[in-house]
């Protein structure tokens, strides 16, 4: 079995859209998920989302990889965009959607999947 | 944790900012909203801006005396 810090990684590393949160999309446990989680929709961005909350190594392992302290945290590609502020920021300056028509091209899906890490 | 107390560390850390608030949000001393406009941002992403703040706080952070924090902010150009 993969060590939770190279799932961490591969999920940054492969999936179009991050979004580490507290909860998945269908139980949000948190207003600030939301926030991200939201501004990713209405940007148009497909989003891989992985909940911290089930084991706090989780989260101890995002952060030492990111060096970003909070969550929500959203990549896209592999590169930390930010969290909750900043995500709605970048959409409404209309940043989010032209990194995300750079990235992914702008006929990109808009699909929403949750991925559940293995906790060993 | 009192705003106030936020604000003193960020004073510190910001010492030429030309905005700074810091808001309890729901008055528990754990939610907070930072606006902070400082020259110390002039020229970096809103990605660095932002971890400016989060190092200026990673005490209070890391120890989780800070719930949520907020983050607004801009450069002084």
Redesign the interface.
């Known amino acids: 079995m993969k060590t939770l810090n190279e799932q961490i990684s591969d999920v940054i590393d492969k999936e179009p859209v991050a979004l580490f949160m507290k909860g998945t999309p269908q139980m949000i446990m948190c207003g ?1 998920s939301h926030r991200a989680l939201n501004a990713l929709h209405a940007a148009g961005a497909p989003v891989t989302t992985v909940d911290v909350l089930p084991d706090p190594r989780i989260r101890q392992e995002l952060q030492a990889l990111s ?4 969550i929500p945290q959203v990549f896209v590609k592999g590169e ?7 995500t709605e ?2 959409l409404a300056s209309g940043e989010l959607g032209q990194k995300l028509d750079e990235a992914l091209g702008t006929d990109r899906m808009q699909d929403v999947k949750a991925v559940a890490l293995e906790l060993g | 944790m009192e705003a106030e107390t936020i604000r003193a560390v960020l004073e510190q850390a910001f010492p030429n900012a030309l905005e700074l608030s810091v808001e309890d949000r729901t008055g528990t001393g754990d939610h907070f909203q930072v606006t902070l406009a400082s020259p110390a941002f002039d020229g970096i992403s ?2 660095d801006q ?2 400016r703040v ?1 190092e200026a706080l ?1 005490a209070p ?2 120890d989780g005396s800070i719930h ?5 902010t801009k450069g002084t150009a």
């Open positions: 600030n060096g970003w302290p909070t930390l965009i930010g969290g909750a502020d900043i920021e970048l | 809103l990605l932002h971890r989060n990673a952070l890391g949520e924090l907020r983050i607004k």
